[in-house]
């Protein structure tokens, strides 16, 4: 298939593979952060850890739109949902995020509609035909998802459609990045850059973590070659004594990344004082709302929101797995107590979730299955 | 925990096993639509609600279907409920569907199928002329897969208790070959082979509901298998250790029931898979494993190293069987696990699905 497969070509991958192992220095290990769960899912997916050399480490990070949301947004939502004449509308991978009194799922085996959408347009679209409820998008994700929640918002002003608003849970990557870089218990070589997030926020905005961290980033694409190479980008950097922003995904993110997409989200949205992220905990200007001027679309003016705050169950290390601490095989409850079925943290749950990835393609000793695979 | 990162590591997945081989237990309070998705929420309620309350030999392998003695003679008995959404898709209906899903667990079991019971839940308001092109294109199915549908049920509940129409059909079929069929009999050097590109029925209905604004020229792959089934077991009599249709769950859950009951470790090459350019384009868009993805006419058969060959001589002079492919080997270690190696050239495990990527596809 084209745009696959020549991304995913294994006589490719071994070249790159020993042209990575030829500039590790001996004896020193490197540990690279892919902040985004697209590249968690890829990684483990395709087996991309079976070309890397062990003095390699790839820790994942916080760039998993699911993963970061807090069990107390997930009971807003709930309570939303529960309000009389409303229909809830959501992306797949959020119907199973536990919250403190259960998931969508969960309220849906008990009564409250809440449907699965695969966009926001989608969402307009039932509150055409439903004229009499009041249809609420539950709004996820970083950059890459805020500007279709934006041009929906914007959609709906214009055609007047009064009985359609968000519950507005997007937030932005840079804040999250220098959250973990500040965080003392980890010391990074390296990251992979998000590739969807840069589509529309371009490559600047990273270029501070090289220049006042020192640290090499590069913006990378979704493919397993994409990732081998990004990596390869990084380990040519730290050879040379460079910290730099490189793009390795080109063909899709411009450098200044998409400016009418940006202006359609400042348009609709402005930063929040702070957010609460799961695991991170509350992190200052990391989050949009609603503007004023949309308010009559904006759940959180409508409804009375609880805006409770659910602790984290105490045996979830969800926080050291999104900070990349752990890895998800060292939290006490991986894979025994906290599985895909039976998620108690969120990072279990989304594709995209380090420890989903990890559990769904990686539980099993990679020597027995090379042993096995030979 | 002691000893090197690899050795905790280590202990922690043998923590995991340990766990997931205890007894099944739902923990939810209601039924949610995973425990549909035939994957593993399915199977945690089958062990842990129906079989603790019906519990009995024929009943505890849990195949597609039971084989039970009556006299000197072994019969193969079967049921199975449709809901799939919409009624009407490309490539069949609910109907072919139904008879066909219960040809094919009569099949795969090793028996010849002979009569099929139809029961039909209909939605006050459901138009009459539905119904008959249901009932036409059973009719159709069940000459084809020479069955007879012998009897039926009707009932009818008020509009908006159902979804238009459901059928149920049960079936029993005659075990007349001495072949001993079973999702525990793989041993280490069997071969594994599919008999067809997979997960077209499933990519045609997601698509068929028309929410995602994907066309693909596709049709579902609904066909009664028994008569691959008894070309395949004429050429090869005793080297066929077990084969299963795969619907719900896909290729991966079978794989994965193989793997768990015979004790064995299930190898398979990404590459070697059949998957139709369409069905991957989908799948790629949609974030699914095409693995995954239900058939409602393509088989996983294992047979003996030996048999390999003949077996899949046979699968493809058959007209449903052209594009058999062995997709992979039966090895000893590491018991109970589904290993794939990728297309790009990587190793990862392939676990039972979880959640419900695809709701009511059958």
């Keep these: 298939m084209r745009f696959v497969d020549e991304y995913r070509d294994a006589d490719k991958a071994r070249a790159l593979s020993a042209r990575i192992a030829e500039l590790c220095e001996p004896g020193r290990s490197y540990k690279f952060m892919e902040v985004c769960g697209g590249h968690t899912h890829t990684i483990y997916k395709h087996g991309l850890e079976d070309y890397l050399p062990e003095s390699i480490t790839l820790v994942h990070g916080p760039g998993c739109p699911v993963c970061v949301i807090p069990m107390g947004r997930v009971d807003d939502a709930i309570h939303i949902a529960g ?18 009194r259960g998931s969508f799922f969960d309220s849906t085996a008990q009564g409250a509609d809440i449907r699965m959408v695969y966009s926001p347009l989608d969402a307009l679209k039932i509150a055409r035909r439903e004229p009499d ?81 020192g640290k090499p980033l590069v913006v990378a694409g979704f493919e397993p070659l994409d990732i081998l190479q990004s990596i390869y980008l990084l380990l040519r950097q730290l050879a040379e004594g460079r910290s730099e922003v490189e793009n390795q995904y080109s063909r899709v993110v411009p450098w200044e990344g998409n400016p009418k997409a940006l202006r359609v989200i400042s348009e609709v949205m402005e930063l929040r004082p702070y957010f609460e992220w799961r695991g991170l905990g509350f992190i200052s200007h990391s989050a949009l709302r609603v503007r004023p001027k949309y308010a009559a679309h904006d759940a959180e003016q409508i409804f009375e929101i609880p805006g409770g705050r659910v602790a984290d169950p105490k045996a979830c290390q969800c926080g050291e797995v999104l900070k990349g601490v752990l890895k998800p095989w060292e939290c006490k409850v991986f894979g025994t107590a906290c599985t895909p079925e039976t998620p108690i943290g969120t990072c279990m749950v989304s594709s995209e979730g380090a420890c989903a990835a990890y559990y769904n393609f990686g539980r099993f000793s990679r020597k027995r299955v090379r042993e096995a695979t030979r | 925990m002691t000893g090197t990162r690899e050795d905790r590591e280590e202990q922690v997945l043998e923590r995991i096993d340990r766990v997931r081989a205890r007894r099944a237990r739902v923990k939810e309070e209601h039924i949610t639509m995973a425990h549909g998705s035939g994957g593993k929420a399915t199977q945690t309620l089958i062990e842990a609600v129906f079989l603790d309350a019906f519990r009995n030999p024929a009943l505890e392998p849990l195949e597609d279907s039971a084989v039970v003695e009556v006299g000197t003679e072994r019969l ?76 039926g049920d009707t009932k009818v509940v008020q509009r908006g208790k159902a979804d238009g129409c459901y059928v149920t059909t049960a079936g029993v079929g005659l075990l007349d070959r001495p072949a001993r069929l079973g999702v525990a009999h793989a041993r280490p050097g069997d071969t594994v082979i599919v008999s067809g590109p997979i997960g077209e029925h499933g990519v ?150 979880v959640g419900d990527p695809l709701p009511r596809i059958c």
């Design chain 1, 83 to 100: 309000q009389p004449d409303v229909l809830m509308t959501s992306f797949g991978d959020m119907m199973r995020v536990p919250g403190g």
């Design chain 1, 133 to 213: 409820r009041q249809v609420v998008f539950m709004a996820i994700g970083f950059e890459t998802t805020a500007p279709s929640t934006a041009m929906t918002v914007l959609r709906a002003a214009a055609e007047g459609v009064t009985n359609f608003s968000i519950f507005c849970n997007h937030v932005t990557i840079i804040p999250a990045i220098k959250a973990i870089l500040d965080s003392p218990d980890l010391r990074l070589d390296g990251f992979i850059g998000p590739g969807h997030v840069s589509t529309v926020i371009g490559c600047r905005p990273y270029e501070f973590i090289a220049r006042e961290y």
């Design chain 2, 76 to 151: 193969a008995l079967t049921t199975d409920s449709y809901v799939v959404s919409p009624i009407f898709f490309p490539g069949g209906d609910i109907g072919d569907l139904a008879v066909n899903g219960t040809v094919n667990d009569l099949s795969v079991s090793g028996a010849r199928p002979l009569y099929l019971s139809a029961g039909f839940v209909l939605e006050e308001g459901f138009p009459v002329a539905d119904l008959r092109r249901v009932t036409a294109s059973m009719a159709r199915a069940a000459a084809t897969a020479g069955v007879g549908v012998v009897t």
């Design chain 2, 204 to 353: 045609t209905i997601m698509l068929a509901r028309g929410e995602l604004d994907i066309e693909a020229d596709l049709i579902s792959d609904t066909a009664p298998l028994n008569g691959l089934v008894a070309t395949l077991l004429d050429a090869c009599p005793g080297g066929v250790r077990c084969m299963r249709d795969a619907t719900r769950g896909g290729v991966a859950t079978i794989l994965n029931e193989i793997a768990r009951a015979s004790g064995v470790a299930v190898v398979v090459d990404e590459d070697a898979v059949p998957v139709r350019p369409a069905v991957r384009g989908a799948c790629e868009l949609l974030g699914i494993d095409p693995l995954y993805v239900a058939c409602e006419g393509r088989m996983v058969v294992v047979v003996d190293g030996p048999s390999a060959g003949a077996a899949l001589d046979a699968l493809r002079g058959h007209p449903l069987g052209g594009e058999a492919e062995i997709v992979g080997r039966v090895r000893d270690d590491p018991p109970g696990l589904v290993l794939l190696r990728t297309t790009f050239g990587g190793t990862r495990i392939v676990d039972m699905l």
